[in-house]
Structures are given as C-alpha cells and as structure tokens.
C-alpha cells in the first residue's frame, strides 16, 4: 500500500465524514448555525473538542460525531478558520485505538487536520508507513443515555511533502453523537451494483486540497456505511475519461469503510460550474477487491448532479 494510494482512498472518505456529521450544506457552504452559550462557543450543551500544536491551543466551536457500523467519528470545526480536526475509529467500544496502523491490511484508524475545510486547505494525517503508530485517541466514555462522547488523543501529523506537526494535549469532552448520515442537500445520485439499484441515505461532494492533489469527491452513503465514491481533479472539463485504480480519477465501492473495492471504468463530465461548484456526469465501472482477493461488484448506469463544498 503506498502513501498515495492511502490519500486517494482514505482521504476522500474521511472527509466525507467530515461533511455528513457535521451537517454541512456542501451546496452553500456554510455551516448551520447553532446557539451561542455564554462564553462564545456554539458547541451544544457542555461539549469540548481541543488540542495543542504550533504553540497553541486549538478548540472547536462546533463538535460533532457519529458511531455507526463499528466505526466512530469524531469532528471539531472552528467555524471563524473552516479549520477541522477527524479522528476516525474502527469500533465501537471504549478503549485506546493506535492511528496510523492498517488492521487487516485495510482499516485504518485515522487522525486528519486540515487547515480549510473550503477546499484550500492544507492536511496532514497521522500515517507514515501502515505500520509504526502515530498516536493514540483513549475513549474513555461513550454515553448511550445522553448520546455524548468523551475522551482523549495525541498524534503526529504528516503532509503529502512529509512536513509533520505534533499534536498533544487533546481533549473531546461530553460530544454529542448521531447514529444515522445526514444530509440535507439537493444533491442527486444513481447506481445499479450487480444490477441492484443503491439507495442511498446521503450524497455529498467536497473539494480538498493537498500540495500537487486537488480533488473534487463525491460518495453517496448508506447508514451502513456502504458507499459508491467518485475523486477527480478538482479543474476536470466536461468530456469522457478513464478511472484508474491507482490513481485519481478514481471510483471505489465500499460494503464499509473497512472493505474497499477500487474501480476500473469509464466516467463523463457533462458539466462542470467551477464558480458554483456545481457537477454533472455519468459513469460505470468494476470495482474490485483493494487487495486483490474477493468477489469483484458491477456498478452501471451511473449518474450524479453535485453541488460540493
């Protein structure tokens, strides 16, 4: 598994999450308002989301998360900077998950920072080679009465160019969590898998931006966590192209985020509103196992019209 390959795959999927346990509208850009409690923070209830680097303190204003499927998610926006942190847990237990190392050669528990989440940010996510740790996230508590989760973390982050932070000191504290996707746009999407039309909860886009990796990512979700997932570059002209699985352009379905099939196919832009970030296709493709074992899957008669963020 190359570093590459882990952005093109894991990247787009964990700011996915981003978007749909945030209640992002990726359509407008914005984020949802929420009341204001007396000390300026617009986390509801008593929720802390806050960690340590470059000599500061970040602390998120808006913190959310979500425990589906055996896989926990937890998000802290300051919503001034767009800037965004998501820790990504493969379980759904307390305990103390290592970051940075894949787990059946495919989950990976994840840490990403990201300077905007707008699209012009830059990132840097707690993984070198797949196998040394790059920090811990300790559940310490996951409350089913009140729906809130709490706990600790540290980590190193690494950039595309292998610049790194530290961070330390992170605290998330009494975070409200959902069970189910969001989503609130108008967004559309269709799919057929082996002939099987997929119906899915959610369909979000999001732009991300590393050094040299601009992309444009489109997943339409199950609550399951099943998903058919688009990447391309983000300046993409209407016309007909190519998927491949190595690279962007790149399309995936996934039963979960712990079973990925990379596609091979052929995909059309119909429109592109790069000023409203509003676009248009088709595409088709076979998705096969990421690791080279398995059942291959047949998604045809696909079609999206995506407004991302």
Not at 25 to 33: A, H, L, R, V
Not at 134 to 144: A, K, L, N, P, R
Not at 273 to 291: C, E, H, T, W
């Amino acid at each position: 598994m190359t570093y590459s390959k882990f952005i093109a795959q894991v990247f787009s999927i964990l700011f996915l999450i981003v978007v749909s346990s945030c209640n992002i509208e990726p359509f407008e850009g914005d984020i949802p308002e929420q009341e204001t409690q007396p000390d300026g923070n617009t986390n509801s209830g008593n929720a802390i989301f806050k960690v340590d680097f470059d000599g500061g303190t970040f602390e998120a204003d808006n913190s959310v998360a979500t425990v589906i499927n055996d896989v926990i998610n937890i998000t802290g926006i300051k919503t001034g900077t767009n800037e965004a942190i998501v820790l990504t847990l493969f379980g759904n237990t307390e305990g103390t998950y290592q970051l940075g190392v894949a787990q059946n050669q495919v989950e990976i528990n994840g840490a990403i920072y990201n300077t905007n989440i707008t699209g012009t940010g830059d990132t840097w996510i707690a993984v070198t080679d797949f196998v040394t740790s790059q920090g811990e996230v300790t559940v310490s508590e996951i409350d089913e009465v009140s729906k809130t989760i709490s706990g600790t973390f540290f980590f190193t982050g690494h950039s595309v160019s292998m610049s790194s932070k530290e961070f330390v000191s992170g605290v998330f504290t009494n975070v409200s969590f959902e069970e189910d996707l969001v989503s609130g746009s108008e967004n559309t999407f269709f799919a057929k898998v082996d002939g099987v039309e997929f119906v899915e909860d959610a369909v979000n886009g999001v732009a991300t931006s590393l050094p040299g990796l601009s992309t444009i990512g489109i997943s339409a979700t199950k609550n399951s966590l099943e998903t058919i997932g688009l990447s391309f570059d983000s300046d993409i002209d209407p016309g007909d192209y190519e998927f491949s699985s190595l690279s962007i352009p790149l399309a995936q379905y996934s039963l979960s985020l712990s079973d990925s099939n990379l596609g091979e196919g052929a995909f059309k832009i119909i429109s592109h509103d790069k000023a409203n970030k509003r676009i248009v296709g088709s595409f088709q493709f076979i998705a096969s196992p990421f690791l080279g074992t398995g059942s291959s899957y047949e998604i045809t008669e696909g079609s999206f019209d995506v407004t991302y963020l």
